[in-house]
């Protein structure tokens, strides 16, 4: 089943598991796309206690099971995105490389404002 945005933040703290059901980390937040307010990445706990991060990982193709969310990327792919502390927002600037990294398409809105917004 596709994933809804109004029902991913009920995920939060769910398993996150890679295509072939390899446990990656702990679903943390939604990015959202700010022009349509659609679920596009999330970000996912990973690290050992102390050296915790948060990766990013695109929900395009993402599926529900009863207790986790599978992404459409492997656990090792995943765990070498960008990442940012676990207390920490993504910078504006640090857009593109999330993009760029798993080879999706990067633009600005028209007037120039950041394409992901965390909620």
Known sequence: MAIAMADIREWRGHAVVDEKGHRIGSLESVYVETASDEAF????????????????????GAVAGPDYVRVAYSKNQVKQAPAIGTDDILPAGDEPAVFAYYELPY?????????????
């Open 41 to 60: 990445f999330a970000t996912v706990t990973v690290g050992l206690a102390g050296r915790r991060r948060l990766v990013f990982v695109p929900l395009v």
């Open 107 to 119: 633009a600005t809105g028209a007037g120039g404002e950041r394409r992901l917004a965390r909620r």
